[in-house]
């Protein structure tokens, strides 16, 4: 559930204060870019790749950042210690405010910021995924951008858990894996992991960022290759990684059970662990030297 306060553009507001203008255009027509972050003791994780990440994603959709990282950094500490929200869940949205048909005239900003925290969700030890054909379309110009406009990912999402799964698997146009709503996908065999790569269309999750170029677990590789429904079907291990989760297994894909062992997710998600647990302790002390 949404935590009492928000912060909206330069402001903690509170989260029922009447804040957003229906001639917003990014509200209307989903023109906006988000991102989703992890906060562990009162720290944002991984915070410089999400915002890298977002601010990319502003340029392919021709959208003004209204401030810059480090004053969005400390904005949205101040948002966590007016939640009390150590260990959260944070949303930070901005949304374009000119252009469009239904553009209001007075729209004194170009975009508006807006960030919230929620609880965290406990996801269990393993998921059930399905596929969708045609998920992704991995030729658009806008793939892999983490686009405000979700509600195509909510309905395949809602679909499948309406017939007992809790996730789905993106196929793209040439029957590829891409990702799923909202995680990576990942196969082991043996100590070489795969995940497929940004040109199938998937998100480049920074979950999947931080594997790719942080993770030294002995005697395991991760990179990228295509990969296709039979290679996660017939693989040791499937797992899905994102912010909110670190690494969980996959035991089930439709109606087939997947996965041998777990014996590699498990090295990795310790291994992230200790990652994640280091950024923390470096950002505590960063901020007590400034205090």
């Not at 990942?186 to 100590?191: L, R, T």
Request: with cysteine; net charge neutral; charged share 25%.
């Amino acid at each position: 559930m949404l935590h009492r306060y928000i912060l909206h553009n330069d402001g903690i507001r509170g989260a029922a204060d009447p804040l957003l203008s229906a001639g917003q255009v990014g509200l209307l027509s989903g023109w906006g870019v988000f991102t989703t972050m992890r906060v562990v003791d009162g720290i944002p994780f991984a915070f410089e790749r999400h915002w890298a990440r977002l601010t990319r994603d502003a340029q392919i959709l021709n959208i003004d950042l209204p401030f810059g990282a480090e004053t969005i950094r400390h904005k949205l500490l101040e948002l966590i210690e007016a939640n009390r929200a150590d260990r959260a869940t944070l949303r930070l949205v901005i949304v374009r405010n000119r252009g469009g048909f239904w553009a209001a005239p007075d729209q004194g900003r170009a975009s508006d910021l807006i960030a919230l925290t929620a609880d965290s969700k406990s996801w269990g030890a393993s998921v059930k995924l399905c596929y969708v054909p045609h998920g992704r379309h991995a030729a658009s110009p806008f793939a892999g951008t983490k686009v405000l406009s979700w509600a195509m990912n909510l309905r395949c999402l809602e679909s499948a858990q309406e017939r007992g799964f809790d996730e789905v698997i993106l196929l793209n146009e040439r029957g590829e894996v891409a990702e799923s709503t909202s995680a990576n996908i990942f196969v082991a065999n043996g100590s070489q992991v795969w995940t497929p790569p940004l040109a199938s269309g998937c998100l480049a999750g920074i979950t999947r960022e931080v594997l790719l170029d942080e993770i030294h677990a002995p005697g395991i590789s991760i990179g990228e290759k295509t990969l296709f429904p039979s290679d996660l079907e017939s693989a040791d291990e499937v797992f899905i990684t994102s912010t909110t989760r670190n690494l969980v297994a996959v035991g089930q894909i439709g109606e087939r059970r997947v996965g041998r062992s777990d014996q590699v997710r498990t090295v990795l998600d310790d291994t992230f662990g200790e990652y994640l647990r280091r950024y923390v302790s470096r950002q505590r002390e960063a901020l007590a030297t400034r205090a």
